[in-house]
């Protein structure tokens, strides 16, 4: 087993988003040489270097993984609204990177996915992803694939609508799940990479069902939960409606409704919990 040494070189790619800024800082703490690439324009703090790229051209890669040991990809499409496709980065801008990280010899390359897979079957939200991992396992070089239960920054969502009066979950609110902080999960990418674990499942410290979570975004307001809940049929029946005219809105529609139909829970990990973070947004929300 070979365990990187510090002030190898890793590369992280997605570095803007929320994973991406946690891995950087991670890596960086533990006295590795943290390269960031990222789109024109951007910054992130903590890289040692700062590298500009467009990942859907893989011309703008050349050179970028050079001398590099390790290279994450954060890719992925969240809220952008740049009029790309889950294709175009789930997996074509993930197999740019891979082949220049071949290309220039890195030893392990490491990718974000979600846990249980087979659930999410059939959507682009999950295809194009699962379809480059499964690449990424047949190339010549070492893989880590870390699979989580879904991100806090996603809760956002919850509180968002805690914070309008009213939330709204699909389904009696009774399946679990245990989301992880983005600087938890940054841990388990450095442990999986730098310990070469070929996969890894993690999910937060704390599980909890679909009410509870809700209730901690009303409490953090200081407010009396008030919460409708959707039976799943009704999105099941209405989603395919809309998937001609907007596939994204579908897939994400889908992956809400699936994602409440089913436990999401991983082994629990980290050491960040809901409550505070909850409390930290409702602080921002009242200023």
Not at 68 to 89: N, P
Request: include cysteine; glycine fraction near 8%.
């Amino acid at each position: 087993m070979t365990i990187a040494t510090k002030n190898e070189r890793v590369v992280v790619v997605g570095a803007t988003g929320y994973l991406g800024r946690h891995v950087v800082a991670e890596f960086a703490q533990r006295g590795h040489h943290v390269s960031a690439v990222v789109r024109r324009g951007k910054s992130v703090e903590g890289a040692h270097q700062t590298l500009e790229a467009d990942v859907t051209q893989p011309s703008t890669l050349a050179g970028a993984f050079e001398d590099a040991s390790l290279v994450f990809s954060a890719l992925g499409i969240t809220r952008q609204t740049d009029k790309v496709t889950y294709e175009d980065i789930e997996y074509t801008a993930n197999h740019h990177v891979l082949r220049e990280a071949i290309r220039a010899g890195v030893r392990r390359f490491g990718v974000i996915s979600a846990v249980n897979p087979k659930l999410l079957e059939g959507l682009a939200i999950m295809a194009s992803r699962e379809r480059f991992i499964a690449e990424l396992r047949q190339a010549s070089i070492a893989s880590s694939v870390v699979r989580a239960t879904g991100f806090f920054s996603d809760l956002q969502d919850v509180f968002d609508m805690a914070a309008a009066g009213r939330a709204y979950l699909v389904g009696d609110g009774s399946t679990q799940v245990n989301p992880i902080h983005g600087e938890d999960l940054a841990v388990a990418v450095a442990n999986a990479m730098l310990d070469t674990q070929d996969a890894v499942d993690v999910g937060g410290p704390e599980v909890f069902t679909w009410n509870e979570v809700v209730q901690l975004a009303f409490e953090a307001l200081g407010a009396p939960a008030k919460v409708t809940h959707v039976p799943a049929w009704l999105p099941k029946l209405g989603l395919p409606l809309i998937r001609p005219f907007n596939r994204r809105a579908y897939d994400v529609g889908s992956f809400i409704v699936r994602g409440a139909s089913e436990d999401m829970v991983a082994p629990c990990s980290g050491r960040h919990h809901l409550r505070p973070f909850f409390e930290a947004l409702a602080r921002a929300h009242s200023t």
